[in-house]
């Protein structure tokens, strides 16, 4: 919740003084405010789901991890040529009546619980990039400091509910990578935090690393959401080892899965728009189900995209999609590509929305100072979300007789009252006319983004630690460091 007070004003001769208005902005809890937008009719979207589950049935989906294979067969499916799992509708059904349409997942502290269910609205930063750029240290390979630098940014801003695997830090060593990631978003932000599902060892320990800090019993901790990955399919039709482990490993622990399948048309998928959502569809459909077949009611998520929104609602379900660009850097085009897939996903009805801010050149690099710029844009999308009152004090009639014909309201007691804390008051863009812009050295907003994360990241104090948590984590990441860590294998 964002407060900004209006400043006290002396009051003038002859009247009295006008109350003080709060400006009151809730960008942690947001609800999309715009109905869903149909790109195919009812009886299509009918179809498509009819299509899935005939893949499922008849076609199969190759499933590499046995594991993962005998939970499918155990549960009724039937395996064909080693690895080739057919699953039956029934099973389909049965699993979609068992996942929760509603998940409350946990932040650090309950201010920052995230509710995803159809209707919300979730954004998170670009995730999972090698490279990070700036315009103060060019394009290079993500690493640690750049992780814990943008794991402050993504604190700092309200519009961001969700930390994301925001860069690869490959300047620290796959076993002990989880370590530092863990150790990062619990200590500098009190955010959902990103687990990977790099292997059953890794993902234990970054359980463990969550539940201690967080000051939860197993218990607790088993029986609600604390925590979420990202599961990509290897499409077309094709789940692979680390990706069916991960999504055993989260179900068995009650955390989420968000399902992504990697869909490209004409390359991993159909090139039809239509071909390529139903087999996205299938393959959500059958992690959905080994989910709730290792543990009914486990909490998940998938992606699609404007026309698999209408899919999502049909089974019910809150899902994820993205936003982003391909250029290669922050220009015209990275804000015209972002801000379109923004208003996609939004129209389609996402609950979570990745990939919202700092996102280039198609996934390889995040940009601190596109983060910022887009930032601008995720808030205004998020004023348009706050309820916007009318009553008697908003419709103002007091105001409308205070001023004459032909008057102004720049001195009116209502004006006076709230001209602060009224309009949104933008981050980075410069709403100056051109001599003023010319005067204070022509500066563009990708440059004064660069003075914005700077300022953010040398004054932000980050949430409350406790220390006695804190210094136990580090004991923790000290000693299994020393013993090695844990190879992200499954």
Known sequence: MTETPARERPKRRGRSAAPSVTRKVNYR??????????????????????????????????????????HFVCGG????????IHIGREMV???????????????????????????????QPGAGAP???????????????DFRDLTKLTQH???????????????????????????????????LPFIFSRGTPQVEQSFEILRDFRGLSDDQFHNSVHSYTIINTNSPRQLDIPMAQGLIDFAKAGQVSIVTPFTLMGAMAPITVAGAITLSHAEALAAITLTQLVRPGAPEHFKASLAAGQLARLIGLPWRSAAGSASNTSDVQAAGETQFGLWGCIMAGATVTIHAAGWLEGGL?????????????????????????????????DALAEVAPGGHFFAAQQTMARYQTEFYQPIAADWSNFGSWTENGSIDATTRATGIWQRILNDEEGPEIDEVRKNSLDEYIRRETANGGAEPVS
């Open 157 to 191: 801003f309200d519009v961001l509910q969700m930390v994301p695997p925001l860069i690869e830090p490959q300047d620290v060593p796959t076993n002990i990578r989880h370590y530092m990631t863990m150790e990062a978003q619990l200590t500098l932000s009190d955010k």
């Open 29 to 70: 809890q947001l609800k999309n405010p715009f109905p869903p937008m149909k790109v195919f009719s009812d009886d299509r979207i009918a179809a498509m789901h009819e299509a899935a589950l005939n893949v499922l049935e008849n076609l199969g989906i190759r499933v590499l991890l046995p594991d993962a294979r005998d």
């Open 365 to 397: 690099t995040v940009s601190y100072e596109k983060l910022i710029t887009d930032i601008e844009i995720l808030q205004m999308v998020a004023e348009l979300c706050a309820e916007t009152p009318a009553t008697d004090a908003e419709i103002g009639l």
């Open 131 to 145: 490279h990070a750029t700036d315009l103060t240290r060019g394009r290079r390979p993500g690493t640690a400091s």
């Open 77 to 84: 499916a039937i395996l064909k040529d080693e690895d080739m």
């Open 93 to 123: 059904t049965a699993a979609l009546a068992s996942a929760p349409k509603s998940i409350r997942a946990h932040g650090g502290v309950p201010e920052r619980d995230v509710i995803l269910e159809p209707g919300s609205l979730v954004f």
